[in-house]
């Protein structure tokens, strides 16, 4: 039996075309890319730095997933119940994995978009100097899994809500908290608590998991934890349709 059927396949190219026409698609673009070229060449000074690395480039996507992700995933379930379309989809030769998984593919597929026009970024660096380009495919691999795992805690939290609104507060408050709190807090208090404590913390955080990656390194813990997460809150989204279906 196929993870993924061709069932969800249709339902992910339905719902990338109905994201395509949408405006905020494109505004959410427009303000990704802005934001990490700002981030890399102002705030990061790279042209300062005297070093052929793009560590400061790829630091910049756990925190602007906190802003994007949250409106690629914050209608895909949320405005399915406010318009009474999920029952729809439950009358529908639809399992409830191929119904997560339609909404997964496609919001992932509009982020791996965004990624892949930050492509020029690192290629219009090339003739400053020697840039490993191991190290660059570690770093992308980090920010691809990074936002599986964050898209995945969307939909959940779309499933959950009643509305966009609190759909994209949600998500919003707690990648911020899961990529830069947990990380603050380990960083503030860690000389006051044990190690195990510590470690226990930063299991949690996904900027800590990221950090190998943004350094292109690739580590089998990291990589466990992110694909892990990410069927983890698929999973739940799952289980939020049963219960829907059959209450």
């Keep these: 039996m196929n993870i993924i059927s061709s069932r969800a396949f249709v339902l992910a190219r339905k719902e990338l075309f109905s994201f395509l026409n949408s405006p905020a698609l494109y505004g959410v673009t427009v303000f990704f890319l802005v934001f990490v070229s700002v981030w890399f060449y102002y705030f990061q000074n790279f042209f300062a730095m005297d070093t052929a690395t793009l560590e400061p480039f790829f630091g910049a996507f756990p925190l602007v997933f906190v802003f994007v992700v949250p409106v690629l995933t914050m209608k895909s379930w949320a405005e399915e119940k406010k318009l009474g379309s999920v029952e729809i989809l439950f009358t529908m030769p639809f399992t409830e994995w ?57 939909l959940f939290l779309s499933g959950i809500s009643r509305n966009q609104a609190a759909a994209f507060v949600g998500t919003a408050v707690l990648l911020l908290a899961f990529n830069t709190g947990l990380s603050l807090l380990v960083g503030n208090f860690s000389g006051s608590w044990p190690q195990s404590v510590s470690g226990f913390i930063n299991f949690f955080s996904l900027s800590f998991h990221f950090e190998s990656f943004s350094r292109g390194l ?14 983890f809150f698929l999973f739940l989204n799952t289980q939020v349709l049963v219960y829907r279906r059959w209450k």
């Design 218 to 231: 690739l580590d089998s813990r990291d990589l466990a934890f992110f694909l892990i997460s990410t069927v």
């Design 98 to 154: 191929d119904l997560v998984l339609g909404k997964f593919l496609s919001s992932f597929a509009l982020l791996i978009g965004m990624i892949v026009l930050t492509i020029p970024v690192p290629l219009s660096l090339l003739p400053l100097g020697y840039f490993d380009p191991g190290v660059i495919i570690g770093e992308y691999t980090g920010v691809l899994l990074l936002g599986a795992s964050a898209t995945s805690l969307g």
